[in-house]
């Protein structure tokens, strides 16, 4: 989406993992105290201080057995995610494909698990999702959010653990991302002004839109965000097929 872009330049992976930081920022400070409970169990559970099947401190292994899959193949793919993965074909498709799983799974989801009920393969299964997003066009939060309800789990508990396990990733590759960019100087039209502006814009939007957004889910469908995301894939097929936009 480059070219609709100040000098048609596409603002690449980098620039997408390190603006994205301010989102992950805003996600930290929202849930800041059940992230604070989550640590300070997990450690207690490691030192015999907290029942190690304390809620929190089995969340804590959770959101960590979760970002296993995305970390691993993060670094693996890297050279693909930077790349050839970034063909608008791709993401053209993926919005499209993963709008209909998403209204699949809103539609037979039973919606009767809550977090409290997270199991270990659960913690696995929600983490492959989210390596998903690895690939354009697959949301971090759409991925998880509907394995999670194909799980059975409840519209909010799904959105609520997508957010949480999102924090290490988003953080990880943001960093190394910003490190590698620091290091190259930041090369580009997208320097590092542009980016830190981008960066507290995410912060901003993002904070404001959590709280709508867990509260939205809860007493509606995903039909929304479905629709949403056809639509936008249908336009980015008619532009490409029309040469408006070039892959």
Request: glycine share 12%; no cysteine; aromatic share 14%.
């Amino acid at each position: 989406m480059g070219q609709f872009l100040p000098h048609n330049e596409d603002p690449g992976a980098a620039f997408t993992a390190i603006t994205q930081l301010g989102t992950e920022t805003a996600v930290l400070v929202f849930f800041w105290k059940d992230i604070m409970r989550i640590i300070k169990n997990w450690f207690g559970s490691l030192t015999g201080k907290v029942d190690k099947k304390d809620s929190d401190a089995r969340m804590g292994w959770f959101i960590i057995i979760g970002s296993l899959p995305i970390g691993i193949l993060g670094v693996l793919l890297e050279d693909y995610i930077d790349t050839s993965f970034r063909s608008l074909w791709i993401t053209a498709t993926m919005l499209i494909v993963f709008a209909i799983i998403l209204g699949v799974a809103d539609r037979i989801g039973k919606e009767q698990r809550e977090l409290k009920e997270l199991t270990v393969k659960h913690g696995i299964l929600f983490g492959f999702a989210q390596a998903l997003a690895l690939i354009p066009g697959v949301s971090r939060s759409g991925g998880t959010i509907t394995a999670g309800l194909l799980m059975g789990y409840t519209r909010e508990a799904a959105a609520r653990y997508s957010f949480l396990l999102a924090i290490p990733a988003v953080f990880a590759s943001g960093l190394y991302k910003l490190v590698g960019s620091i290091g190259d100087g930041f090369t580009g039209y997208y320097g590092f002004g542009s980016t830190m502006l981008a960066t507290a814009v995410g912060f901003v939007v993002a904070y404001f839109i959590i709280g709508w957004f867990l509260k939205f889910v809860s007493n509606n469908s995903y039909s929304l965000f479905v629709w949403y995301r056809i639509a936008l894939g249908l336009v980015l097929y008619i532009l490409l097929g029309t040469g408006v936009l070039t892959a």
